[in-house]
Nanobody, 115 residues
Framework: QVQVVESGGGLVQPGGSLRLSCTASLKNFNIGTLGWYRQAPGTQRELVASITPGAATNYAGSVKGRFTISRDNTEKAVYLQMNSLKPEDTGVYYC?????????WGVGTQVTVSS
């Protein structure tokens, strides 16, 4: 059974930093496109950042220059370094791993940015 597990969320003050981690028990992890998504209360889940098997990255405009996504195929992990956090970054952050046409999801980790 595939397991996708996120960690690293928490409460942080505006301007602070957090690093999210996601590990997966996927045989073909290295060919997956990896993404971090977030969902704030009352909103739809949105893509925050993604990284392809070739390490090409893509960011939502609202996080460009503040967030960095990276992957470690040996560890079967994907990370999201979040700097200069803002209250509007608050939400549940989900790791999504897409292989061919199927996306595997974790249960999410809460990030709250508040003073």
């Amino acid at each position: 059974q595939v397991q996708v597990v996120e960690s690293g969320g928490g409460l942080v003050q505006p301007g602070g930093s957090l690093r999210l981690s996601c590990t997966a028990s996927l045989k073909n992890f290295n060919i997956g496109t990896l993404g971090w998504y977030r969902q704030a209360p009352g909103t739809q889940r949105e893509l925050v950042a993604s990284i392809t098997p070739g390490a090409a990255t893509n960011y939502a405009g609202s996080v460009k220059g503040r967030f960095t996504i990276s992957r470690d195929n040996t560890e079967k992990a994907v990370y999201l370094q979040m700097n200069s956090l803002k209250p509007e970054d608050t939400g549940v952050y989900y790791c999504g791993i897409t292989i061919l046409t199927y996306t595997y999801w974790g249960v999410g980790t809460q990030v709250t940015v508040s003073s």
